[in-house]
């Protein structure tokens, strides 16, 4: 394999996705020579299956629609919903800043969906309508930021590499990053730059990784991509971790038969926060561990977290089964009841029986544990009273053959370790110290850094944007001045 003539940049950007591409953009803008490297053969990275929301207060948007709001209102709900577990630095910078990069978008002809901006309830919510997204979602940013980089790489100087992958980061004795190998074409190709930065995305798609950071097996919705380049590249130059216990799963989805370490994002149980719960929700032992009623969707996630393998099953009877009819009543989203039953047995995970003890077996949940926890929450049906999790919608006992059982994991769509970084997205090392030369945005940062242990609305695109812009911005004035400087010098 042999090695292509070094080239130089002032900038190198490592990922072409929601924060690398606001990256190159705005450092080539402002006078730097960039390189963007993308190991995919397109551009977008999450873009392509994220929902793309993003929160900003005091937009026009709003005003538009009489919302009064705040970027100090905005933090203020974001301290709250994460419980102080966000990193303050960071999120106020966002807060600051979203608004600038909101309507940098609609500037750019953003897509904006008619009903934004509004208040999300799939997690907790905003106290103000804050959160806004695309006609098509993600790809309605990456419409945008598709476009922008045509022309950004037309009118200025920035060069894309598709195909290529970043192999190492090259540093000098004092330990500082100044470029980095990238294998294109088959050839390792060694690029010099004065500025490196990590806009990878997550580990979602690494399931070797996720386990050793999450101590949890993998069941995944996130882009393919997600394979922890950035943390693996980072890591091994000595960079430091952050997030750490911020972990959440998204609550419970079914695994793709046909890939089981996939999630089936399109055939998943409807959230009981979406109807009334008629059903159980049971562990391996067969035992309840949530109030199913729980009106809060992230309290139900970091239960979920603490359970053995987040693995979980909704138990129900066919009674349960024939009241789920008609939009939001249906256990299985888009499945009425008859086709509910057409998937038992022929997918994994998926079983029904004519008793609980058959049902358990087939199940592989202990058949002693689900009989008793049956008995009990038909005993407090009875009672009208959940002595053992406080439920309080008691409809009906779980007594009407066959009955069912389906198999839940908890579901990975975004991560939450990342590379630490400071309030200026420079990586740290173990020490604290900045690595001279290494930056990183977006999700290769953690979503524990902006969302804390929570989902928090818009706190994982936004940001990545924002820092992306704000970094970018940095780094071509900088270029711009080092240029300046040489040229005086010269």
């Known amino acids: 394999m042999s090695a292509a003539t070094p080239e130089a940049y002032d900038v190198l950007v490592i990922g072409a996705g929601t924060a690398g591409i606001p990256t190159a953009v705005h450092a080539a803008r402002a006078g730097a020579r960039v390189l963007l490297v993308e190991k995919d053969a397109r551009i977008g990275g999450t873009l392509h299956v994220t929902g793309g929301h993003l929160a900003a207060a005091g937009t026009r948007r709003q005003v538009e629609r009489g919302i009064d709001d705040t970027p100090a209102d905005h933090l203020a709900d974001i301290r709250r919903i994460s419980r102080g577990t966000a990193r303050d630095d960071l999120v106020t910078i966002v807060a600051e800043n979203a608004a600038d990069t909101v309507e940098w978008l609609a500037d750019h002809g953003f897509a904006f969906a008619a009903e934004t901006p509004r208040i999300i309830y799939g997690h907790e919510p905003y106290e103000t309508a804050r959160t806004y997204y695309g006609k098509d979602e993600g ?72 386990e050793e950071l999450e101590g949890a097996p993998l069941v995944s919705a996130a882009a393919r991509t997600s394979t922890g380049d950035g943390l693996h590249l980072a890591r091994a130059i000595g960079a430091a971790m ?14 793709d038969p046909r890939t089981p370490g996939r999630a089936n994002w399109s055939d998943r149980q409807r959230l009981t926060s979406e109807r009334a719960p008629y059903e159980i929700y049971v562990d391996r032992d067969g035992r309840r561990w949530v109030a199913e009623d729980e009106e ?101 006992p779980i007594a009407t053959a066959p009955f069912y059982a389906v198999r839940n994991h908890a579901i990975t769509l975004v991560t939450f ?53 704000l970094l970018g911005e940095r780094l071509g004035a900088d270029a711009r001045v080092r240029t300046a400087t040489d040229r005086t010098a010269s």
């Open 139 to 210: 790809l309605s940013i990456l419409a945008v930021l598709s476009e922008v980089l045509d022309e950004t790489a037309a009118a200025h100087d920035l060069t894309l590499w598709l195909g290529a992958t970043v192999t190492e980061l090259l540093t000098d004795d004092a330990g500082s990053v100044h470029g980095a190998v990238v294998h294109r074409r088959g050839r390792d190709v060694e690029v010099s730059a004065s500025s490196v930065v990590l806009a990878t995305g997550g580990y979602g798609a690494d399931a070797e990784l996720f």
């Open 242 to 255: 952050q997030g750490a216990g911020t972990y959440l799963p998204t609550f419970g989805g079914l695994p």
């Open 296 to 396: 809060s969707i992230d309290e139900k996630e970091r239960a979920l977290a603490r359970i053995p393998d987040q693995t979980f099953w909704t138990v129900f009877d066919d009674a349960a089964l024939s009241r789920a009819t008609g939009g939001v009543e249906q256990m299985v989203v888009g499945k009425e009841p008859d086709e509910v039953r057409a998937m038992m047995g022929q997918r994994p995970g998926l079983h029904s029986a004519d008793s609980l003890e058959e049902l358990a077996t087939l199940a592989g949940i202990d058949p002693a544990g689900l009989a008793e926890t049956v008995a009990r929450y038909n005993d407090a049906v009875a009672a009208g009273h959940d002595a053992d999790l406080g439920r309080t919608f008691l409809p009906s």
């Open 417 to 469: 370790q990342g590379l630490d970084i400071d309030a200026s997205f420079a990586v740290r090392d173990e020490s604290g110290g900045e690595i001279a030369g290494l930056y990183a945005v977006g999700e290769v940062i953690g979503a524990g850094a902006t969302c804390g242990n929570s989902f928090c609305s818009g706190m994982l695109v936004t940001p990545a944007m924002t820092f992306g812009r």
